[in-house]
């Protein structure tokens, strides 16, 4: 049997005002990622499905957004916004290529998930010729209800023009819409805008499919998947229901989360076995942890790797581009950054390695820095395997450290070290005895 070709329509032309904020509304982040690329994400992909985003005039980011994501993706403005189906006929060149099933979906709903996409369009398969997206609400005050006869969908009637009998039911449109391609256009051309905003709501397209002697029916989901983001505070709370998935999902793969409330983890973070996170964790967007690594307590990464085995933290920061070899450890108050860190690497305390690489087994001593930026440009260290440098010492690069050298502490080295080489750079120390029982007294004779 030929599988259905599909195309998704995402409107994502909303300008997010409510958010007070000048980003576009699909463009705020949950979990490392967009708005926009979780509902990107969960769309059909492959062979036979195509994807068309509506965006608003001048939303040249979302454009970019999707492209990164979603190279295939037509892009198509809505220039005036004149309601939902007005939006959807927006890609009209896209619906006329004649995909089996249209989806219509929207660029702020991020936790809908691929399953209910596949549900929807098993609903089309099995004859329905526009399948409905539901939820239960537990305030349905708002929303539109669904009104059934049986297992066929009536209509969809908005808070404004029900009935009280009408407004006590609680089965609601999430706005999610499947319809079957050889039919879309007829409906969605049959829309009015006799309203009294003048506008073309995708709603309609229920009772007319049903005067065209169509099928409609509802597909049912939780709440928590619909959630449409409008205000910061919507955000936050979608951003608690992904966590708490992210979290649960992490868990049931093996993962040792000892207080997972605490713990903050991206889209796209990647697990090995016999992982451990300890409370207060947060774990940016493209992070991968190899098995057996223990994350401590107050520790931050974002695009880093993390090798077998690994101990990072407490109160320690990877920042982009840095990645640690099987066995390393990273201690309290060490922040990374571009540095690669092979296997068996120590650096315990109180450092920052920045633009850098740094050879299996070497030991990096607390407060030692890599001075890697002149006010210009950055510039690159690198230490050979084995290498020793002591506390408190500055390594100004461009600059290389031999193999199995050793730096002495509180030294400012600014050239190249050789291989076995000790290098020490300080002024050398100066006693004067009984000076600290004169300075003493000259002081106490001062007060006097």
Known sequence: MTARSSLTIVLAAGEGTRMRTSLPKVLHP???????????AAAPKGEGAGIAVVVGPDHQA????????????????????????HAVLAARQAIARGADDLLVAFGDTPLI???????????LAQ?????????????PTGYGRLLMDGARLVAIREQADASEAERAITLCNAGVMAMDGRHALA?????????KKGEYYLVDAVAIARELGLEAVVIETSEDEVRGINTKAQLAEAEAVMQNRLRRAAMDAGVTLIAPETVYLAADTKFGTDVTIEPF???????????????????????????RNTQLGPYARLRPGTSLGDGAKIGNFVEAKAAVLEAGVK???????????VGANSNIGAGTITCNYDGFSKHKTTIGEGAFIGTNTSLVAPIKIGARAYIGSGSVITRDVPDDALALERSPQTTREGAAARFRNAKSRHKK
Not at 30 to 40: M, T
Not at 64 to 76: C, M, S, V, Y
Not at 187 to 195: E, P
């Open 30 to 40: 949950i979990a490392g990622e967009s708005l926009l690329a979780h509902v990107l």
């Open 62 to 85: 979302v454009e970019r957004e999707t492209k990164r994501l979603r190279p295939e993706a037509d892009i198509f403005v809505q220039r005036e916004r004149l309601g939902t189906a």
């Open 113 to 123: 998930s691929a399953e209910t996409f596949a549900r929807l369009r098993a609903a």
């Open 127 to 139: 004859g329905a010729a526009l399948a409905v997206l539901g939820f239960r609400a537990a305030d």
């Open 187 to 195: 409906i969605l051309d049959k829309i009015g805008n006799a309203n």
């Open 281 to 307: 964790v947060v774990i940016g967007p493209g992070v991968s942890i190899g098995d057996g690594a223990v994350i401590h307590s107050f520790s931050h990464i974002v695009q880093s790797t993390l090798g």
């Open 347 to 357: 650096v315990n305390h109180l450092s920052y390695i920045g633009d850098a690489h």
